[in-house]
Nanobody, 124 residues
Framework: QVQLVESGGGLVQAGGSLRLSCAAS????????MGWFRQAPGKEREFVAA????????SYADSVKGRFTISRDNAKNTVYLQMNSLKPEDTAVYYC?????????????????WGQGTQVTVSS
C-alpha cells in the first residue's frame, strides 16, 4: 500500500514556474513507477510525465516536453514535477500516481495508487 500527498500547487503568471512534490508513505516507494497526470475542468485526466523506479527512464507528454521535468528522490520518498514556462492551458488539478512495477507507465488506468491532487492555476 502506498499513500500519496501532493503539494506545491498555486497561482502563477504565465511564463512562471512551480515545483510540485508528491510525498509517499510506505517502505516500497523505491520499487514504484511514478507518474503525474492532470485534469482541467470539463476535460479528461491526461498524462503529463512518468519516471521509472530508479529514475533512469522518463516520459513526457508532447505538450510539456522541454518545459517540465520529473525527478525523484527515493531517500525522501518523494517525486517532483518542475514546471517552467507555464501557460494558461497548464491550469488543472495535478495528481501523482504510483504502481509497484519496473518501467515507465503513461496510462492512467495502469496506476494502482493516486493522490488527492493539487491545483495549479496559470493566469495570462
Amino acid at each position: 500500500q502506498v499513500q500519496l500527498v501532493e503539494s506545491g500547487g498555486g497561482l502563477v503568471q504565465a511564463g512562471g514556474s512551480l515545483r510540485l512534490s508528491c510525498a509517499a508513505s510506505g517502505r516500497t516507494f523505491s520499487s514504484n513507477a511514478m507518474g503525474w497526470f492532470r485534469q482541467a475542468p470539463g476535460k479528461e485526466r491526461e498524462f503529463v510525465a512518468a519516471i521509472s523506479w530508479s529514475g533512469g527512464s522518463t516520459s513526457y507528454a508532447d505538450s510539456v516536453k522541454g518545459r517540465f521535468t520529473i525527478s525523484r528522490d527515493n531517500a525522501k520518498n518523494t517525486v517532483y514535477l518542475q514546471m517552467n514556462s507555464l501557460k494558461p492551458e497548464d491550469t488543472a488539478v495535478y495528481y501523482c500516481a504510483a504502481r509497484p512495477v519496473v518501467g515507465v507507465i503513461v496510462t492512467s488506468k495502469e496506476y494502482a495508487y493516486w493522490g488527492q491532487g493539487t491545483q495549479v492555476t496559470v493566469s495570462s
